[in-house]
C-alpha cells in the first residue's frame, strides 16, 4: 500500500467520525432550543433559519420567533461552547499535572477568574480601560500562578497541588465576596451571586461572537499538541526525551487554558466539574490518546452542558436554576466515583 493510500485509509474513519459528532452536536442544539418553559416546534428552527441567514419569506409568529433567536438560540450555542471548552482545559490541565482530579475549577482558575471579572465589574479597576474577559482572565492567570507557587512551594506532587488549588479557590472567593459586599448594593449583590453560579439568562448574540472563536481557538491548539499531550502523560522529562520544548508547549497550553476559562467565566460564571468528571468518561470510552480524547471531549462536554442547561430550566417551573447547581448535582456523584477508582487502582 502506498502512503498516499495509507493516508486515504486513515482519513476515512476520520471524517466518519467527525461527522457522526456533527451530527450529534446538531441534534443537541435542535433539541436546546425547542425544549424550555414554552415548547417550540422543531418545524420553527428551520422556518426560522431559512428567513434569517437565507433572507426566504416564511410567515413566522413573531413571539416564538424572538423567543427562538434572540434568547434561546445564543444561549444554546454558548452552553455548548463552555461545555467544550471546559472539557478541553481538564484533559489539558490532568496530562499537564498528572492529577486526574486536575480541571479549571478545583485548581482555583475558574474561582481566579470570577474573582477578576467582580473586580472590574465594581471596583472600576483600569478607570474602564479594562473589560470584562480581560479582568477575568488577570484573575484566572494570578490565581494558576499562586496555585503552582504554592504547589511547588509544598512539595510538588499531585496531592500538593490538589490542596494548592483548594486553597486557591477559597482565596479568590473570599475575595469574590469582600468585593461584593464593600461596593455592590443588594440587587447587584443578587445578581452577581446568581451569576457566579453560572447563569446563562443574559447570554446574547454578541456573547456567541467572543465565545465560540475562543473555544474554537482553544480546540485548534488542543489538536495542534496531541503529540506533547501524550508525552506528558509520563511525565515532563519523558516530553524532554522525545524532543519536546517542555517550557515553550507548558506556556502555549496553560495560556489556551486561562484565555478559555477566563472568557466562559466571564459570559457565565463558574460552571463546575465539567472539566473534571467528562474527560474521564471519555477515557474510558476512547482511550487516553489525545488525539481521539480531545474531539471527543469536546463534543460531550458541549452535549452535557447543553442537556444541563435544559435540565436548569424545567426542573422548577416558572424559575430557572443555576446551571451550576445541575452540573454539581451530576459531577459530585461522578467526582466520588473517581477518588474511588483512583484509590483501586493504587
Not at 142 to 147: E, K
Not at 271 to 289: N, Q, S, T, Y
Request: with cysteine; aromatic share 6%.
Amino acid at each position: 500500500m502506498t502512503r498516499r493510500a495509507a493516508l486515504s485509509a486513515l482519513a476515512v474513519p476520520v471524517l466518519a467520525r467527525a461527522g457522526l459528532g456533527a451530527v450529534l452536536l446538531a441534534l443537541a442544539v435542535l433539541v436546546g432550543v425547542t425544549i424550555g418553559e414554552v415548547a417550540l416546534p422543531l418545524g420553527l428552527v428551520g422556518d426560522l433559519l431559512a428567513v434569517k441567514l437565507l433572507g426566504a419569506e416564511r410567515a413566522l409568529d413573531p413571539i416564538d420567533a424572538g423567543i427562538l433567536w434572540s434568547y434561546r438560540l445564543p444561549r444554546t450555542l454558548v452552553a455548548a461552547a463552555c461545555g467544550a471548552g471546559l472539557a478541553l482545559s481538564g484533559v489539558v490541565l490532568q496530562a499537564l499535572v498528572r492529577n486526574a482530579l486536575a480541571d479549571p475549577y478545583l485548581l482555583g482558575v475558574s474561582a481566579g477568574a470570577g474573582a477578576g471579572a467582580v473586580a472590574v465589574t465594581l471596583l472600576g479597576l483600569g478607570g474602564g480601560a479594562i473589560g470584562l474577559s480581560a479582568g477575568a482572565f488577570g484573575g484566572a492567570a494570578s490565581a494558576f500562578l499562586i496555585v503552582a507557587l504554592l504547589a511547588k512551594a509544598a512539595g510538588g506532587g499531585p496531592a500538593q497541588l490538589v490542596l494548592a488549588g483548594i486553597a486557591g479557590s477559597q482565596l479568590f472567593n473570599a475575595l469574590t465576596s469582600f468585593f461584593i459586599a464593600k461596593s455592590a448594593n443588594a440587587e447587584q449583590a443578587r445578581g452577581l451571586m446568581f451569576w457566579l453560579l453560572g447563569n446563562l439568562s443574559g447570554v446574547r448574540w454578541p456573547d456567541v461572537s467572543l465565545a465560540l472563536p475562543v473555544v474554537g481557538l482553544g480546540f485548534v491548539v488542543c489538536l495542534a499538541h496531541v503529540r506533547p499531550l501524550d508525552a506528558f502523560s509520563f511525565g515532563s522529562g519523558a516530553a524532554a526525551s522525545l524532543g519536546i520544548a517542555v517550557r515553550r508547549v507548558q506556556l502555549v497550553l496553560i495560556a489556551a487554558v486561562t484565555l478559555m476559562t477566563a472568557t466562559l467565566v466571564s459570559l457565565v460564571g463558574s460552571i463546575g466539574f465539567v472539566g473534571l468528571v467528562i474527560p474521564h468518561a471519555m477515557r474510558f470510552l476512547v482511550g487516553p490518546r489525545h488525539a481521539r480524547l480531545i474531539p471527543a471531549s469536546a463534543l460531550a462536554g458541549a452535549v452535557f452542558l447543553i442537556a444541563a442547561d435544559i435540565a436548569s430550566r424545567v426542573l422548577i417551573p416558572g424559575q430557572v436554576v443555576p446551571i451550576g447547581v445541575v452540573t454539581a448535582l451530576v459531577g459530585a456523584p461522578g467526582f466520588a466515583l473517581i477518588l474511588i477508582r483512583n484509590r483501586r487502582r493504587s
